[in-house]
């Protein structure tokens, strides 16, 4: 029986995009593993906090890097990120984290000690990865490309309901402003900001249902497999 062939999917995006929701959905379905990049960079800005290494950034930081090992496990129940063999996977999703991440993913030496890590992670094909510069700098090979976008007012409106979930009633327009501010970081600095790779193919949810948007994505990956070339749409 031949083997199924695997292909890597790089799913790059804004933030609160629901490009986890959609990289956990097709990772479940297809079989693959899913890597978390952000969680990754979420787990370094962490460290820093708790060292409370955060006020002369990047120099504060940077010899701490090779004190910092970080393991993304990957079930389909959901990832686990463990930061030096602590399980860290709901402190990184605390709203101070979400204040200094970007400014600490800026960093050239930060992204270069992550980036070597996913790119080794997906090395034997079958993952589905998002993030901010997959497609273009870390797996720039992965077959599938998928650049999400959605209306800021909804994913203000996704990120709201999100963290009230989890206890957190935060004001909307505080949230707002964050992800505002967070896309801006992300998508002006200097070391691979998030952009679009010419190739990807554009998925706009913001009126798309998880199912819809699921649908979709399979079709795109379907026509991968079946050797059918990526286009700009
Ligand atoms: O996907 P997320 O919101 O958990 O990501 C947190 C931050 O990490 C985001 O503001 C930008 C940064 N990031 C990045 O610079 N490159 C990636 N590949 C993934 C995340």
């Known amino acids: 029986m031949a083997v199924p062939k695997k292909i890597n999917i790089a799913i790059d995006g804004y933030s609160a995009c629901g490009k986890s929701t959609l990289a ?3 990772a479940r379905h297809l079989k693959y593993k899913y890597i978390d990049s952000g969680a990754m960079y979420r ?18 930081l940077l010899p701490h890097l090779d004190h910092i090992q970080i393991d993304c496990v990957w079930s389909e129940s959901g990832n686990k990120i463990y930061l030096n ?11 101070e984290i979400q204040d ?3 400014p ?11 980036s070597r890590q996913q790119k080794q992670m997906a090395i034997h094909k079958g ?9 273009t700098v870390v797996l720039p090979d992965a077959e599938l490309k998928i650049f999400m976008t959605a209306d800021l007012e909804i994913r203000t409106e996704r990120r709201f ?10 004001d909307k327009e505080v949230i707002k402003q ?38 979709l994505a399979l079709s795109w990956v379907e026509e991968t497999l079946a050797g059918k070339p990526n286009f700009e749409n």
């Open 85 to 95: 063999g602590e399980d860290v996977t709901a402190a990184i999703r605390m709203p």
């Open 104 to 114: 600490v993913s800026t960093i050239p030496q930060v992204r270069r000690f992550l």
């Open 178 to 215: 964050n992800l505002l501010e967070r896309d801006h970081i992300d998508s002006t600095r200097s070391d691979s900001p998030l952009k679009k790779a010419p190739e990807a193919r554009v998925l706009d949810n913001s009126f798309l249902n998880e199912k819809q948007q699921f649908e």
């Open 43 to 60: 787990a370094v800005t962490l460290y820093a906090i708790r060292h409370k290494i955060t006020g002369d950034l990047p120099a504060s």
């Open 24 to 26: 956990q959905a097709l």
């Open 100 to 102: 200094l991440v970007s």
């Open 127 to 135: 993952v589905v990865m998002d993030g901010r510069d997959i497609g």
């Open 161 to 170: 309901k999100e963290l009230l979930l989890k206890g957190l009633n935060l």
